[in-house]
């Protein structure tokens, strides 16, 4: 290679580290080094190879300045949600661990769409988010590192579910039943009924027929709410009040008797004689012989029907 060839190569490599060394605020070579160099003066170096400055530095007036744009990367996790898809349930973002002192800001969104207003870690959905899935998305930010962005996974769709209600009264030998209230449309229930907060065994129907052994406890009962794609929801009513045996059942005064046999039922000893209006008691003289029509529980109970007692 010529001479000439070396000095234009040279003359390149000074005038860009000229160059540098003012955008750097360096001071530049003295003037006398600048006018002394000629062709001539690398002559005797015309074979010799001419060294290429490392991309990420240069020497100037002995000093070696590192320049460099390149951005380090986030420690960034894909973010997740707990808590339950539901209307009026709350649910967190969960960013997992970034670089430390990275400033973290948060988007919520169902099916895909940013929420108005969903600019925080926690999240709430409505009545509007009903059938949709929700995700969040994380972005993290630190000087001297590139931004970084990860979405969660979407969660299962937005149910609607109500607290259940139990109707009836709450006394042994009565029937309560379930009202679920408003859930998302065509969901399907399962009930679990309970006694002070106890299932109760084989009590599984919307309604309940309560057992003598529940006197003195309370009632409640879990619904369970299940669609495809939903999220499942388990809901328990408030409990009824303390359950109290049912008072037993007046006994009749009288029954009519249809049997063919001629005594009265255990219990009834009075026999009445429904065409003549006379009753007759086990003492008097025609009661063997008397077919009865009524039989009463007590003298008073056939006067009372308007009997008169037989004067034999």
């Known amino acids: 290679m010529g001479t000439s060839q070396h000095w234009r190569r040279l003359a390149t490599v000074l005038t860009t580290t000229l160059l540098t060394a003012s955008l750097i605020g360096a001071a530049p070579p003295p003037q006398s080094t600048t006018a002394q160099l000629s062709p001539s003066a690398f002559s005797q170096s015309a074979s010799a190879p001419v060294a290429q400055a490392a991309p990420a530095s240069a020497s100037v007036a002995g000093t070696t300045v590192t320049i460099s744009s390149a951005k380090k990367t986030l420690r960034a996790p894909t973010p997740k949600i707990s808590g339950t898809a539901a209307v009026g349930s709350r649910l967190t973002a969960k960013p997992g661990t970034w670089t430390s002192g990275t400033s973290r800001s948060y988007r919520w969104y169902a099916n895909g769409k940013a929420i108005s207003g969903g600019y925080r870690s926690t999240f709430t959905p409505s009545t509007a988010h009903q059938g949709k899935r929700i995700t969040v998305k994380v972005t993290g930010k630190k000087s001297g590192y590139s931004t970084v962005s990860r979405t969660s996974a979407a969660t299962l769709k937005v149910a609607r579910s109500s607290t259940p209600k139990v109707s009836g009264s709450a006394i042994t030998g009565k029937t309560v039943s379930a009202t679920v209230g408003t859930w998302t449309p065509s969901t399907s229930f399962a009930y679990q009924w309970r006694a002070n907060g106890t299932a109760i065994k084989g009590a599984t129907k919307k309604t309940y027929k309560i057992s003598t052994s529940h006197a003195g406890k309370k009632l409640s009962v879990r619904v369970t709410g299940t669609k495809s794609g939903h999220t499942t929801l388990v809901r328990t009513s408030a409990s009824t009040s303390t359950v109290k ?60 029907a308007g009997y008169r007692k037989s004067k034999r």
């Open 245 to 304: 045996k049912a008072a037993p059942a007046k006994r009749a005064t009288s029954v009519k008797h249809t049997s063919s046999s001629w005594n009265c039922p255990k219990g009834y000893p009075i026999k009445g004689n429904a065409s003549s209006r006379i009753y007759h008691v086990p003492s008097g003289s025609f009661y063997k012989r008397t077919n009865p029509e009524y039989c009463f529980a007590t003298e008073s109970a056939a006067k009372a």
